[in-house]
């Protein structure tokens, strides 16, 4: 029997899965059985990063899989604000922004970022849950990328918007050391946590930075759930047993935020952000992914449901 190159990786996953069940379902357990106190609210949003269709055909998807809503990039094109805001109604999910810069001169980056924050937090379509910056650079002084989380603290407190610096390799937060100075000095920064860079900046899991690690967990209010490792953002995928032990690490790291915002009866936001080849490692010479980035995604946000017993 001939078997192509495709069928064969479509069965191999297939019969790999049915290997993987109990480590599944160990990850998978309910956590805490304790009733959150009154205001929590735990939703997971969907990433078009690497989905090829209309916006559309993206949230029907999203709605179907489960996902509370969806976290895209801000645009200031009108026609694509307007195929926005009408599958966000038609299929009636929330909504968080990401809002960045560009430029690599400080002043005309923060411009571009007002900008987007800005209008982000201002339109009257549909309020969005949260702000997501991927603002300043990693190479900007201190004093420069000061400036970014500083307008972020102003426009949250006015809008009564959640803003969020993410914890992102060549932005402000690039290293654990280096947002710990920022989190010390600056009360009001708030984190969407995508700790799997720092695993690969610092080519660890962290042990050595606990300190550093749980000050971040304190100012978390958004989570980006995917599984990075010492040597990449990502693992290949996370229902690997060889992953195991670096999974249950950032699973550790999420449930201390979740029992902190349950506790405090806070909204909690979790992006699951599995990205496309070549985020996604890949096979050579065809380029195609050795994982389903769809399916991670949506086992990632099932796994989280059934772990906080949502």
């Given at each position: 029997?001939?078997?192509?190159?495709?069928?064969?990786?479509?069965?191999?996953?297939?019969?790999?899965?049915?290997?993987?069940?109990?480590?599944?379902?160990?990850?998978?357990?309910?956590?805490?059985?304790?009733?959150?106190?009154?205001?929590?609210?735990?939703?997971?949003?969907?990433t078009n990063w690497g989905f090829e269709g209309t916006t559309d055909a993206f949230c029907a998807r999203a709605k179907a899989a489960g996902y509370d809503g969806i976290e895209?990039?801000?645009?200031?094109?009108?026609?694509?604000?307007?195929?926005?805001?009408?599958?966000?109604?038609?299929?009636?999910?929330?909504?968080?922004?990401?809002?960045?810069?560009?430029?690599?001169?400080?002043?005309?980056?923060?411009?571009?970022?007002?900008?987007?924050?800005?209008?982000?937090?201002?339109?009257?379509?549909?309020?969005?849950?949260?702000?997501?910056?991927?603002?300043?650079?990693?190479?900007?002084?201190?004093?420069?990328?000061?400036?970014?989380?500083?307008?972020?603290?102003?426009?949250?407190?006015?809008?009564?918007?959640?803003?969020?610096?993410?914890?992102?390799?060549?932005?402000?937060?690039?290293?654990?050391?280096?947002?710990?100075?920022?989190?010390?000095?600056?009360?009001?920064?708030?984190?969407?946590?995508?700790?799997?860079?720092?695993?690969?900046?610092?080519?660890?899991?962290?042990?050595?930075?606990?300190?550093?690690?749980?000050?971040?967990?304190?100012?978390?209010?958004?989570?980006?759930?995917?599984?990075?490792?010492?040597?990449?953002?990502?693992?290949?995928?996370?229902?690997?047993?060889?992953?195991?032990?670096?999974?249950?690490?950032?699973?550790?790291?999420?449930?201390?935020?979740?029992?902190?915002?349950?506790?405090?009866?806070?909204?909690?936001?979790?992006?699951?952000?599995?990205?496309?080849?070549?985020?996604?490692?890949?096979?050579?010479?065809?380029?195609?992914?050795?994982?389903?980035?769809?399916?991670?995604?949506?086992?990632?946000?099932?796994?989280?449901?059934?772990?906080?017993?949502?």
């Open positions: 029997m001939n078997i192509d190159r495709r069928d064969f990786l479509q069965r191999s996953s297939l019969l790999g899965a049915s290997f993987l069940l109990p480590v599944l379902s160990a990850t998978a357990l309910p956590i805490d059985r304790q009733p959150a106190a009154a205001g929590f609210q735990l939703k997971f949003m969907a895209v990039w801000w645009t200031s094109d009108t026609k694509a604000q307007e195929a926005l805001f009408a599958a966000l109604q038609q299929h009636q999910l929330e909504v968080g922004f990401l809002c960045g810069g560009s430029s690599s001169d400080p002043a005309t980056h923060l411009k571009q970022f007002r900008e987007a924050l800005l209008a982000a937090t201002s339109q009257n379509k549909q309020r969005p849950l949260y702000i997501n910056c991927h603002s300043g650079r990693d190479y900007f002084t201190f004093a420069q990328n000061r400036d970014f989380i500083d307008l972020t603290v102003k426009v949250a407190a006015s809008t009564g918007i959640p803003v969020y610096h993410e914890t992102h390799r060549s932005r402000i937060l690039f290293a654990a050391h280096v947002a710990r100075e920022y989190l010390e000095k600056i009360p009001g920064l708030q984190l969407t946590l995508d700790i799997s860079h720092w695993c690969n900046v610092h080519e660890s899991l962290l042990q050595d930075q606990e300190a550093t690690v749980k000050l971040a967990l304190a100012r978390t209010g958004h989570i980006h759930a995917r599984i990075g490792h010492p040597e990449g953002p990502q693992v290949n995928d996370p229902r690997a047993p060889e992953w195991e032990a670096t999974v249950k690490a950032h699973l550790s790291w999420w449930d201390q935020v979740m029992a902190r915002k349950k506790a405090d009866g806070q909204l909690m936001t979790v992006l699951t952000e599995f990205g496309p080849a070549d985020y996604m490692p890949a096979l050579p010479y065809t380029r195609q992914p050795v994982a389903n980035q769809w399916e991670v995604n949506v086992y990632m946000m099932n796994l989280l449901k059934q772990r906080y017993n949502h």
